[in-house]
């Protein structure tokens, strides 16, 4: 019986699942989702602990916090759905993944007076979530 396409490809878990269509998705979907928590804590630390984040004279750029709590929680449940469907191997969610990761680092970059620590974590998987979706597979690949 031959498979219409090779594990590599495509799988399967129990329950009938389809994952996405390769390992750096996958990479990807995961990344994208952890990324989704953390904006989403971030989020949800501000607007319910108003004096945690502290920031100096000048503030955040263009918001306050309150404003950019709200955005990283919308940005964080966005990505985090974005990367169940990279999981799932949804076309759309590539180049939504892109947008939402560029669009977060710029965020993040914005909030780093407040938080420099997760700003900082939260950029780097950024960068690697689009590095791992804008990465070519390899053609040079031999079926094991």
């Not at 090779?6 to 994208?32: K, Q, V, W, Y």
């Not at 799932?88 to 965020?107: D, H, I, P, R």
Request: charged share 10%.
């Amino acid at each position: 019986m031959r498979a219409s396409a090779s594990p590599e490809h495509t799988g399967t878990r129990a329950g009938g699942i389809r994952l996405a269509a390769s390992g750096r998705l996958l990479a990807a979907g995961t990344l994208l989702a952890l990324a989704g928590v953390f904006n989403a804590v971030i989020g949800l630390v501000g607007l319910f602990r108003s004096g945690y984040y502290v920031t100096g004279p000048m503030g955040t750029l263009v918001f306050d916090i309150t404003a950019w709590s709200w955005i990283h929680l919308g940005v964080g449940v966005f990505a985090a759905a974005t990367g169940v469907a990279l999981f799932l191997g949804a076309e759309w969610a590539k180049v939504v993944a892109v947008l939402l990761a560029g669009f977060n680092a710029l965020a993040q970059l914005v909030f780093v007076a407040a938080s420099p620590l997760w700003s900082i974590i939260v950029i780097a998987l950024d960068v690697l979530i689009i590095l791992a979706v804008l990465t070519p597979e390899s053609e040079s690949r031999t079926p094991a």
